[in-house]
Structures are given as C-alpha cells and as structure tokens.
C-alpha cells in the first residue's frame, strides 16, 4: 500500500470515528439536557436543559475540528458570495414560497382558513423573531451543514444517502426537545397529533429538508445560505399556526401544517431537494 493510499486509510477512519463521538454526544445531548432540567428542579422559564441541548452539538464539533484532527478546511465558514446569488435567494424566498403553495393546497382542500390574517402584522411577528432566530441557527447549522454534513459527504455519502444520514441524527436530536424541552402549550398549540405519530413524521420531514440544505451546502461550499434559509423558516413558519395566523382543521395538521411535521410538507421539501440535487450533479458533468 503506497504511503498516500495509508493516509487517506487513516483520514477515513479518523473521520468516522470523530463522527461516532459526535452523534454519540448529539444524541445524548437532549436527555441530558433533561436530566439537568429534573436534577435542578428547573421552571420552565429557565431551561438550561434546553440551552445544554442546543449548543453541545456546535461544542462538540469545534473541539473535534481543533483537537482530534478534523482541521477547519470544510468547515465553509467563507460566504462564497460570487456566482451563488441565486442561491441566497433560494435560501431567502424558499420558506415564504413554501408556506404559499402549502396553504394554498390547504385551503382549496377547504382544510386550512385564515380568519384573522394581516400581512402588516406577520410581517411584524416575523421581523421582531428573525434575529433570535438567526443566533439560534448558528449553533445548529455550524454543527449539521458546518460540520456533521461535509464529513459525512467526505466518506462519499455526499447524495441521497449521505442526506438521510444526516437528516436521521438531526431528527433524533429532536426528540428529547419534543419529549421534554419545549413547552407542551406549544405543541398543543401546533398539532392534534399524539407523539406517536408527530415525532416519526417531524423526523421523516427533516430528512426530507436534510436534501435541501445539503444541497445548498454543496452548491454553494458555504453554511451561510443553509443557515439563512434555517432563520427564516424559524422566524416565518413557526409562527404561522402558533400564533393564529392561519388555522387547521383538527385532526387534519398531519396532511397540511406548514410546519416540518406534515405529509404536504414533506413532498414539497422532497421534490425541492431532487430538483436541487439534479441541478448540482448537472454541474459536475
């Protein structure tokens, strides 16, 4: 075996050991965030638990990139403005166009109303949410499209296969938020599901919303437009049915909710992600 044929033997067993700690810790990092919560008896209105939950991700990866050999090269911090306009605006347009079609569908199926919706007032809502949420998205997106994709796309699982793996642990480290972090008013505020059927189908939509910001993220070799399309979605989505802007049939969000935890939405973010999938590998023919 030629010496450079030994390196990259060793680089590929580094890279999947460093991602096994990472999932490890990734994983984990939502129950212990809990066990924190019930150790310290902790209000909900001071959730260390939840803060434990969102930055070890990001933690974990910057001490694998700085002392267990991963380096910093992919790590796409580098904007990459030049030929990717179009894809910032993908990134910038996306949700909003989604949340349109989305509810549109919904209300020609007579499943979705909008009795006191006011643009001037979502527009509000949603500026006054959009920086909060892009501080929170940089913990996330520095860890799934800075660190956790690129090294599993260097494997050469850089297609539909790569996407779900990193959709899979991104969906697991939700659970315990859904379980236990998050408000229960929140949840009973955005479904009329059980957990039974809410957590699978959220987990299946962001493998599903994997493909499209992965796809960003290789189209552009940078975490900005993965962690701009992340705020906004964040600022825009969330706040649709929470705070009453539209509302659901009950028994009907499963279908419809423009949320990531429908079917409607899961198809959408499919499809979006084989078109920019095709696009990308069109390119490097």
């Given amino acids: ?15 999947i050991r460093n991602l096994v700690i990472f999932t490890v810790v990734v994983l984990a990092s939502g129950w212990l965030g809990y066990g924190l919560d019930r150790l310290m008896n902790n209000p909900p209105e001071a959730p260390l638990g939840m803060l434990l939950w969102l930055i070890l991700p990001l933690s974990t990866a910057l001490l694998l990139r700085a002392f267990a050999g991963d380096g910093w090269q992919d790590f796409g911090l580098r904007p990459s403005l030049a030929g990717n306009a179009a894809w910032y605006a993908v990134s910038l347009l996306l949700y909003p166009l989604v949340a349109v079609l989305g509810l549109a569908i919904g209300g020609a199926l007579g499943l979705v109303t909008a009795p006191t919706f006011t643009f001037s007032r979502l527009l509000t809502v949603v500026a006054g949410g959009l920086l909060a949420s892009f501080i929170k998205n940089i913990f996330e997106e520095l860890a799934w499209r800075g660190y956790l994709a690129p090294k599993v796309y260097a494997l050469g699982w850089d297609g539909y296969g790569g996407h779900a793996i990193v959709g899979l642990i991104w969906g697991g480290w939700h659970i315990p938020y859904l379980l236990f972090l998050l408000d229960p008013a929140v949840i009973q505020a955005t479904t009329t599901q059980s957990m039974g059927t809410f957590i699978p189908l959220a987990i299946g939509n962001l493998m599903a919303a994997a493909i499209v ?16 399309l992340h705020t906004i979605g964040n600022a825009l989505i969330d706040v649709l049915v929470v705070q009453g802007f ?12 423009p949320g990531h935890q429908s079917i409607l939405t899961l198809l959408i973010f499919t499809l979006i992600g084989i078109g920019l999938h095709r696009i990308r590998i069109s390119k490097q023919l």
Avoid: C
């Fill in 246 to 257: 539209v509302r659901i049939v009950p028994g009907t969000d499963f279908l419809v909710s």
């Fill in 1 to 15: 075996m030629s010496i450079k044929m030994q390196q990259q033997t060793l680089e590929r067993k580094r890279t």
């Fill in 213 to 228: 910001y992965g796809e960003l993220r290789q189209l552009t070799h940078s975490v900005w437009p993965p962690l701009l």
